[in-house]
T-cell receptor, first 113, second 115 residues
Framework: EDQVTQSPEALRLQEGESSSLNCSYT??????LFWYRQDPGKGPEFLFT???AGEEKEKERLKATLTKKESFLHITAPKPEDSATYLC??????????????FGKGTKLSVKP | GAVVSQHPSRVICKSGTSVKIECRSL??????MFWYRQFPKQSLMLMAT?????????EQGVEKDKFLINHASLTLSTLTVTSAHPEDSSFYIC???????????FGPGTRLLVL
């Protein structure tokens, strides 16, 4: 069964304190791995997509990496506005649902000033 | 980037009534749209996949007669919650897949509260 597990469930950081969020996945065949940011009461906002092991992508203070088993979202010198829930999702190669995403439960990040 | 809208953003209704939620892709054509439900502090759970011009495919455990989906055009899909009950109260989110990019963009969500 295709599965996505995110850890930790919640993370509290001080402003400027760098850290990483983990997304472990077990799928029959990975088409792509996606990171989204979700603010309370809003839909997910696309951040990154990664397709192959070794791939890395960066955007401002965020950097996403991918291996054959997991992905990390590194946050460098976070600011309070980075506080949100970060969702990881995978798209499988032979999914019966035509490219839908399988989501993890998310990591709720709180950055204190 | 691609934009997906939902209407309404928030709705409160009485138990037993039906509620329609619209999902539109504003600047691209979406042959496939997905409907998700998210309960508090939970992740997004796929309810159904909607294809333009054909019947929706529902995930296991989702009642097709209760959650009616219509994908009438390449830019519009609707979800109707029929005879809504308090347990249907949730955050409903749609996403639309752009063929050119291959992965879906999400709408802002609709908060449904059934009294």
């Amino acid at each position: 069964e295709d599965q996505v597990t995110q850890s930790p469930e919640a993370l509290r950081l001080q402003e400027g304190e760098s850290s990483s969020l983990n997304c472990s996945y077990t799928v029959s065949g990975l088409r792509g791995l996606f990171w989204y940011r979700q603010d309370p009461g809003k839909g997910p906002e696309f951040l990154f997509t990664l397709y192959s092991a070794g791939e890395e992508k960066e955007k401002e203070r965020l950097k996403a990496t991918l291996t054959k088993k997991e992905s990390f979202l590194h946050i460098t010198a976070p600011k309070p506005e980075d506080s949100a829930t970060y969702l990881c999702a995978v798209q499988v190669l032979h999914g019966g649902s035509q490219g839908n995403l399988i989501f993890g439960k998310g990591t709720k990040l709180s950055v204190k000033p | 980037g691609a934009v997906v809208s939902q209407h309404p953003s928030r709705v409160i209704c009485k138990s037993g009534t039906s509620v329609k939620i619209e999902c539109r892709s504003l600047d691209f054509q979406a042959t496939t749209m997905f409907w998700y439900r998210q309960f508090p502090k939970q992740s997004l759970m796929l309810m159904a996949t909607s294809n333009e011009g054909s019947k929706a495919t529902y995930e296991q455990g989702v009642e097709k007669d209760k959650f009616l989906i219509n994908h009438a055009s390449l830019t519009l899909s609707t979800l109707t919650v029929t005879s809504a009950h308090p347990e249907d109260s949730s955050f409903y989110i749609c996403s639309a897949r752009d063929l050119g990019l291959g992965f879906p963009y999400f709408g802002p969500g609709t908060r449904l509260l059934v009294l």
